[in-house]
């Protein structure tokens, strides 16, 4: 594998301070051959006016375009932030958008609250384009049982009968006083996302000890399978551990088969994506040092990781005034840091059978723009 060619999908140097900080990035390959890369943009990260933004590239991801689309942030008359912008196409020209609303109602709260360790109520919506993009429907809120503490957490599965799947992490949210617990959930339709069953567990520690963190998917080899990695936290030692990773199919009893396996690659987020001839890559930040996005690959589906084979994409210098590592972690404080560091959030789609595009956001602090880059694997 290397790196044939990078640049920036949006860059944010030249531009005003509300619209200086994108972070938590997404990727969509449509059927035309077109990509649209979607991030919040704001003054800063999760701040209280946060919105999601749109890039479209026309020739491959070498050159971007910004979209006109502006998103109301107002949920059933209340003033909100947006996150985490994850577009599918559901049919050529038939976009379905996934974002995560915090509630901003008292602008002075931060996303996570130091003492009881909850963050702001959410809601999941999605809305609809049918003119590729240009025009969205309203905001749908969707009911997700009695979950709390809910946010997005990757890219939109699909399966080849036409299922569509969501993906998303529940918590506890800012004023619950009780005991934090901490889970990873797809949901998933058979009706292009007009409605959905109920959550299916794809990792939760049963003493919630171990928090997986930020999970992404792809699809696994099976017609009912897909894999699902995790930043992974335990809570006991704590420490950050290694990427954990689970092979899952929706035939599963979400519970009693979770086999949450160890990959041994350091590191936080990692998007992982099956290829046709059936290696597992894994898109990898790591905060540990030097740091780093680094691109993995397995010959056996996950089971091994070499490290002379990982391909380093990106080294960056971390100028953010931040007090945690990854080990000796104080909870609250490093979540702090979350909110501090100038690097991360991978991504990775399939361009055609010999390249990959990967993207991230990278920058120094109250700076940060979307980075790409075109590998050929």
Same mark, same amino acid.
């Given at each position: 594998?290397?790196?044939?060619?990078?640049?920036?999908?949006?860059?944010?140097?030249?531009?005003? %301070?509300?619209?200086?900080?994108? $972070?938590?990035? &997404?990727?969509? !390959?449509?059927?035309?051959? @077109?990509? +649209?890369? #979607?991030?919040?943009?704001?003054?800063?990260?999760?701040?209280?006016?946060?919105?999601?933004?749109?890039?479209?590239?026309?020739?491959?991801?070498?050159?971007?375009?910004?979209?006109?689309?502006?998103?109301?942030?107002?949920?059933?008359?209340?003033?909100?932030?947006?996150?985490?912008?994850?577009?599918?196409?559901?049919?050529?020209?038939?976009?379905?958008?996934?974002?995560?609303?915090?509630?901003?109602?008292?602008?002075?709260?931060?996303?996570?609250?130091?003492?009881?360790?909850?963050?702001?109520?959410?809601?999941?919506?999605?809305? %609809?384009?049918?003119?590729?993009? $240009?025009?969205? &429907?309203?905001? !749908?809120?969707?009911?997700? @049982?009695? +979950?709390? #503490?809910?946010?997005?957490?990757?890219?939109?599965?699909?399966?080849?009968?036409?299922?569509?799947?969501?993906?998303?992490?529940?918590?506890?949210?800012?004023?619950?006083?009780?005991?934090?617990?901490?889970?990873?959930?797809?949901?998933?339709?058979?009706?292009?996302?007009?409605?959905?069953?109920?959550?299916?567990?794809?990792?939760?520690?049963?003493?919630?000890?171990?928090?997986?963190?930020?999970?992404?998917?792809?699809?696994?080899?099976?017609?009912?399978?897909?894999?699902?990695?995790?930043?992974?936290?335990?809570?006991?030692?704590?420490?950050?551990?290694?990427?954990?990773?689970?092979?899952?199919?929706?035939?599963?009893?979400?519970?009693?088969?979770?086999?949450?396996?160890?990959?041994?690659?350091?590191?936080?987020?990692?998007?992982?994506?099956?290829?046709?001839?059936?290696?597992?890559?894994?898109?990898?930040?790591?905060?540990?040092?030097?740091?780093?996005?680094?691109?993995?690959?397995?010959?056996?589906?996950?089971?091994?990781?070499?490290?002379?084979?990982?391909?380093?994409?990106?080294?960056?210098?971390?100028?953010?005034?931040?007090?945690?590592?990854?080990?000796?972690?104080?909870?609250?404080?490093?979540?702090?840091?979350?909110?501090?560091?100038?690097?991360?959030?991978?991504?990775?789609?399939?361009?055609?059978?010999?390249?990959?595009?990967?993207?991230?956001?990278?920058?120094?602090?109250?700076?940060?723009?979307?980075?790409?880059?075109?590998?050929?694997?």
């Amino acid at each position: 594998m290397h790196v044939e060619a990078n640049g920036l999908i949006y860059d944010a140097s030249d531009r005003p %301070e509300d619209e200086s900080v994108a $972070a938590f990035v &997404s990727l969509c !390959r449509l059927s035309s051959g @077109s990509l +649209l890369c #979607g991030f919040q943009l704001g003054p800063k990260k999760h701040d209280v006016h946060s919105t999601i933004r749109f890039c479209r590239s026309d020739d491959g991801g070498q050159t971007w375009q910004e979209l006109p689309t502006r998103f109301d942030s107002r949920v059933e008359g209340m003033h909100g932030s947006l996150s985490s912008g994850e577009i599918f196409e559901l049919a050529p020209g038939h976009l379905l958008l996934y974002v995560t609303w915090f509630d901003r109602s008292d602008p002075e709260r931060p996303l996570f609250d130091p003492e009881t360790e909850g963050i702001l109520r959410s809601k999941q919506l999605i809305a %609809e384009s049918h003119d590729d993009g $240009a025009t969205w &429907s309203d905001w !749908r809120v969707l009911p997700w @049982s009695d +979950l709390k #503490g809910c946010s997005s957490t990757g890219p939109i599965l699909q399966w080849p009968d036409g299922r569509i799947a969501l993906a998303f992490e529940s918590y506890k949210e800012y004023d619950d006083p009780s005991p934090a617990t901490h889970g990873a959930w797809i949901v998933s339709s058979e009706n292009n996302g007009q409605t959905f069953g109920p959550p299916f567990s794809v990792a939760q520690h049963p003493e919630h000890t171990v928090y997986y963190w930020d999970q992404r998917l792809c699809r696994g080899p099976g017609d009912d399978d897909a894999i699902a990695m995790f930043w992974t936290h335990d809570l006991k030692a704590q420490q950050d551990l290694s990427v954990h990773l689970r092979h899952f199919s929706l035939v599963d009893d979400p519970i009693e088969s979770q086999e949450i396996i160890d990959t041994g690659i350091p590191g936080q987020i990692a998007a992982p994506l099956l290829l046709k001839d059936g290696r597992l890559l894994a898109f990898v930040v790591d905060r540990n040092g030097p740091m780093t996005m680094k691109l993995w690959q397995s010959p056996d589906g996950g089971s091994t990781w070499p490290a002379e084979k990982s391909l380093l994409v990106y080294e960056h210098d971390e100028q953010a005034p931040l007090t945690q590592g990854t080990s000796d972690v104080d909870y609250a404080e490093y979540w702090e840091d979350m909110t501090k560091w100038s690097f991360g959030h991978p991504v990775i789609r399939p361009l055609d059978d010999d390249h990959v595009l990967v993207a991230f956001y990278a920058g120094v602090p109250n700076q940060l723009s979307v980075h790409w880059a075109r590998i050929a694997i």
